[in-house]
DNA sequence: ACCGCGATATATCGTGCTGATACGTTGTCT
DNA sequence: AGACAACGTATCAGCACGATATATCGCGGT
């Protein structure tokens, strides 16, 4: 059946990955993992849970944790079926990775995810966002209607997508050199390094 | 009753104050105006549009560009009424102008905006953005379980944030000293900030 | 002893945006 | 002539957001 990998799914069972947690408290944590911007909302968090549980990957279960509050509330849990789930989606590298959202979620799980497959994503996020720089460079043309404003918006966007570029960058050769001496599985596909850094990397659709 | 003025709705009066313009370009402009990163879709536009027409701020009448194609296109212009909506929407800051789309779109049409709404926004952005960056320091706690990957997604957010309160505040400076001659309402809340690494340069000028 | 108030906790609803998809037309390259 | 990219209009399922409703818990004040 193959669901559609919703990116909230996925932090919530990344999150009950490590522990047994509760709405409240849930949305919290979630807040701190994906949340710079706006807030997780109760409207997005509670239909999640219920489409997580309809499809089994989590269940419920009524407690009341004694010493902190003798108030019953309802606790999530992962399933074994949820655990294989989140394991397969954070590892499979689908062309959706690179989104905003998306992305930010998956490097918060980076310390569960192959150092292979971090690379993967990291350099599919890199050449997504130069993506984005080309259009953007290319777009500031017009010449003659030319606000102040505008530009100045423009220049400062560009400027944003090329900070996070060099952080990318960076982030791509740590990983590499950090990889040198640790576990590297034996069976990998012996580096066929057709990637050259920065190249435009052509999304391989799946 | 006083609609509820959804950003893109807005924008899309802002580009048809200028010049009357069918769908496809509609979009095309919008994306270069408010998209620096996903792409408006279709999905949102001709809802916007609809709900425009509905409301009487816009109209549509088909005609055909001659010269450039012979084909028949759905070109909408902006009335009066639309006019008269954008002008007092643009003006009234709402407690929502501070949001990331929201303010973007307002801040590129800032040329169309008077010098004292352009301050007042560009203040609330600042607050909103500080707040933010007060959240996100606050909630760097945890101790003990420090994900390496984590910390420095937190890291580089919060760096950016800060990055853009940067650029807001050298926009406030060069905002107030242009300023100089204009009226300026002496009742200014003065605004007494805190911030040290303000370059005073910020000279745009294209 | 009581009260108010903020934090905890669960839940729903209307509205709007996204990505996918569909379909038809015009212009251009080969 | 036929392929192909760009133009152009449109809809739909799925999902997130903000507002809103409701109720309990723990704390400080009086």
Redo the contacts with the bound molecule.
């Keep these: 059946m193959a ?2 990998a ?4 996925l932090a919530v069972l990344g999150l009950l990955h490590e522990s047994p ?8 944590r979630l807040n701190l993992l ?2 710079w ?15 997580l549980l309809r499809s089994g990957l989590i269940n ?1 279960v ?1 407690a009341t ?1 004694p010493g ?9 849990q992962i399933t074994p079926a949820g655990r294989q789930y989140f394991g397969e989606q954070i590892t499979d590298t689908g ?2 990775a690179w ?1 905003d ?1 998306t992305f930010n979620m998956r490097f918060a799980f980076f310390s569960r995810t192959d150092a292979e497959v971090r690379l993967r994503i990291l350099e599919g996020r890199l050449s997504r966002l130069q993506e984005r720089l080309d259009r953007a460079r290319h777009s500031g043309r017009g010449g003659s209607g030319d606000d102040r404003y505008l530009s100045e918006l423009r220049r400062h966007s560009i400027e944003s997508v090329e900070r996070e570029v060099t952080w990318l960058t960076d982030l791509i050769n740590a990983e590499r050199t950090t990889d040198r001496s640790v576990d590297v599985p034996p069976a990998a596909p012996s580096t066929e390094d057709t990637i050259t850094s920065a190249a435009p990397a052509a999304d391989a659709t799946t």
């Design positions: 669901r559609k919703a990116s909230l799914e947690l509760h709405g409240y408290e849930l949305r919290k994906l949340g911007g706006r807030l997780l909302s109760y409207g997005s968090l509670y239909p999640a849970l219920k489409r419920e009524t944790t902190v509050s003798r108030r019953q509330r309802i606790v999530y062309p959706a989104e959202d």
